[in-house]
């Protein structure tokens, strides 16, 4: 007799390796960010965490419009932005905040829209869109 049951349940598709409550925290710190940044941009997971569940620590990017980046960083390399004092300040103190709300090592940087989409196509995933609860641990 043929397993009926097993060719109903859909494979499931991975998705990220944050789960539950961690996840839920992040996408909601996620959509301050979002809110508060300057200028016209957005948070995004990437890395590893789409990849496997056995994850080192949690990349989280804020893609920035190139005019916002210029205007905010006020013409910061952004191949090397590491020596503008803002983007230091910003990506380090918003990376131990995450960290703090979430329990999770998060390495948090703003990257310059048109960098990050030539030097860094994908894939990433979209933070700071909904309020839903994914459950799980």
Not at 57 to 73: I, S
Not at 114 to 136: I, K, M, Q, V, W
Request: charged share 25%; aromatic share 12%; hydrophobic share 35%.
């Amino acid at each position: 007799m043929p397993d009926v049951l097993a060719a109903e349940v859909p494979k499931k598709t991975f998705v990220t390796g944050v789960r539950g409550r961690r996840y839920f925290k992040l996408n909601a710190a996620c959509r301050l960010i979002n809110k508060f940044m300057p200028g016209d941009g957005h948070t995004y997971l990437v890395g590893s965490t789409l990849r496997t569940d056995d994850f080192h620590d949690v990349d989280v990017r804020y893609m920035m419009a190139d005019a916002d980046w210029e205007r905010v960083f006020n013409g910061a390399d952004p191949r090397d932005p590491r020596l503008n004092g803002i983007w230091s300040l910003l990506c380090f103190t918003v990376s131990e905040w995450l960290s703090n709300e979430t329990g999770l090592d998060v390495d948090f940087q703003i990257q310059q829209q048109t960098r990050a989409n030539e030097d860094f196509p994908g894939p990433r995933s979209a933070l700071g869109h909904t309020e839903f609860y994914p459950g799980g641990g």
